[in-house]
């Protein structure tokens, strides 16, 4: 497999499972809004004794769901832009260009990583069972920290969209075989013949 078809891959996956997290992230509060609007006689008799406590119960459970799978999604972006690189620097004939936006990807990722996830993750844990009157300072941080979050992964996506139109429109030529079979063509030109005549 060429260099370029598996860094193709790599994007793929890469915005596939970014994708996929901003749909599980929103389905997972959905689902608590869903479940208490069409009763179920079974599921209704075990949390009516809960009362008003249902739903801030249920979507805390939602929200730690979100925080376990971002904290894991974000750990396999960094190892999927790390093989990239790699892939790319050593295995690839692509330009500082490229390599340059894969650094970039790396550096977003690792800043939601280690700093936008774990401030969310805390002040969102102060305001899970907050009055929506209370806690009104940790909750505009939360906000804040939330759309700084969601700036990163757009721009992220504009990035790896860009990388992939690049290599997959690109009319340079990459990988060994290819890269060898261009010197052979060369061969051929300056001989004004073929090899083998």
Same mark, same amino acid.
């Given at each position: 497999?060429?260099?370029?078809?598996?860094?193709?891959?790599?994007?793929?996956?890469?915005?596939?499972?970014?994708?996929?997290?901003?749909?599980?992230?929103?389905?997972?509060?959905?689902?608590?809004?869903?479940?208490?609007?069409?009763?179920?006689?079974?599921?209704?008799?075990?949390?009516? /004794?809960?009362?008003?406590?249902?739903? /801030?119960?249920?979507?805390?459970?939602?929200?730690?769901?979100?925080?376990?799978?971002?904290?894991?999604?974000?750990?396999?972006?960094?190892?999927?832009?790390?093989?990239?690189?790699?892939?790319?620097?050593?295995?690839?004939?692509?330009?500082?260009?490229?390599?340059?936006?894969?650094?970039?990807?790396?550096?977003?990722?690792?800043?939601?990583?280690?700093?936008?996830?774990?401030?969310?993750?805390?002040?969102?844990?102060?305001?899970?069972?907050?009055?929506?009157?209370?806690?009104?300072?940790?909750?505009?941080?939360?906000?804040?920290?939330?759309?700084?979050?969601?700036?990163?992964?757009?721009?992220?996506?504009?990035?790896?969209?860009?990388?992939?139109?690049?290599?997959?429109?690109?009319?340079?030529?990459?990988?060994?075989?290819?890269?060898?079979?261009?010197?052979?063509?060369?061969?051929?030109?300056?001989?004004?013949?073929?090899?083998?005549?």
């Amino acid at each position: 497999m060429h260099a370029r078809r598996l860094a193709c891959f790599l994007l793929g996956l890469w915005l596939a499972g970014g994708l996929f997290m901003a749909w599980v992230a929103t389905e997972g509060f959905h689902d608590v809004d869903r479940l208490l609007s069409h009763t179920n006689p079974t599921a209704t008799l075990h949390y009516q /004794p809960l009362g008003e406590d249902a739903r /801030p119960l249920m979507r805390f459970q939602a929200s730690e769901l979100n925080r376990y799978l971002f904290h894991n999604w974000e750990n396999v972006q960094l190892a999927i832009g790390l093989a990239f690189f790699v892939l790319m620097l050593f295995w690839s004939h692509e330009n500082k260009l490229v390599l340059l936006g894969i650094l970039v990807l790396l550096l977003l990722t690792a800043a939601q990583r280690f700093l936008l996830s774990p401030e969310i993750t805390a002040l969102g844990r102060i305001i899970d069972f907050a009055a929506a009157t209370e806690n009104l300072q940790e909750r505009n941080q939360f906000w804040i920290a939330h759309t700084a979050y969601a700036a990163v992964e757009v721009t992220k996506w504009v990035i790896a969209l860009a990388l992939t139109t690049r290599m997959v429109f690109s009319s340079k030529r990459s990988g060994r075989s290819r890269d060898a079979r261009h010197k052979l063509d060369r061969v051929d030109k300056r001989d004004h013949g073929s090899v083998n005549g």
